[in-house]
């Protein structure tokens, strides 16, 4: 039998980390005038713990194998745009916002596909993960090509971006990682 620790250790860190990520982004919609500099580590420091998870999440082999299996190469670009972002806070508002667009959009466009995998899968849920994907691919694509110059209304994009990517990956975890207690190793013929 196969431990379940890291699977429960994945799906635990999704949870977490995207609830921070919500009132992470909350915060930034309520309180827009926050420091860039202070904003840039924390956003850093949270990519860089989010991208091992993802990569946890990646070697768990969950029952599933739908929720992280994009999750190696997407961990490793979350960790390094974490990197970026963290170790250099003086960045413009602009870039911060194109790095983590990018990030976005790249998350919804994985997510999309892995509600796809989970329609034909058969999980009642999928339609879900690909509301939340369309939803956070669309507010990413807006950090990407936002004609909004600095300021607060910036703010609140980046704000709105991490909500929804993080309800997405809340989405994800919940509907699409099953962990049962007495799963069988796979099978290699």
């Known amino acids: 039998m ?3 620790s890291m699977i429960r250790a994945a799906k635990l860190g999704y949870i977490v980390l995207s609830a921070v990520f919500c009132a992470l982004g909350i915060w930034m919609i309520v309180q827009p005038g926050s420091s860039a500099a202070q904003l840039s580590r924390l956003l850093g420091i949270l990519l860089i713990a989010f991208g091992i998870v993802k990569m946890i999440g990646y070697y768990s082999r969950d029952l599933y194998r739908l929720a992280f299996q994009h999750d190696l190469a ?6 390094a745009m974490g990197l970026l972002i963290a170790l250099r806070p003086g960045w413009a508002l602009n870039l911060l916002c194109l790095l983590l667009g990018i990030e976005v959009v790249t998350d ?3 997510k999309l596909q892995t509600s796809l995998d989970a329609r034909r899968f058969g999980l009642e849920t999928w339609w879900l993960i690909l509301a939340f994907a369309v939803v956070a691919g669309g507010l990413g694509v807006a950090l990407v090509v936002a004609p909004i110059n600095g300021g607060q209304a910036l703010v609140k994009l980046l704000g709105a ?3 929804a990517d993080g309800v997405l990956n809340l989405c994800v975890a919940l509907c699409a990682v099953k962990i049962i207690a ?3 190793p796979d099978i290699v013929e």
């Open 161 to 163: 971006s991490l909500v």
């Open 2 to 4: 196969r431990s379940t």
């Open 74 to 79: 997407l961990g490793i670009l979350t960790i």
């Open 108 to 110: 919804g466009l994985f």
């Open 182 to 184: 007495h799963q069988q």
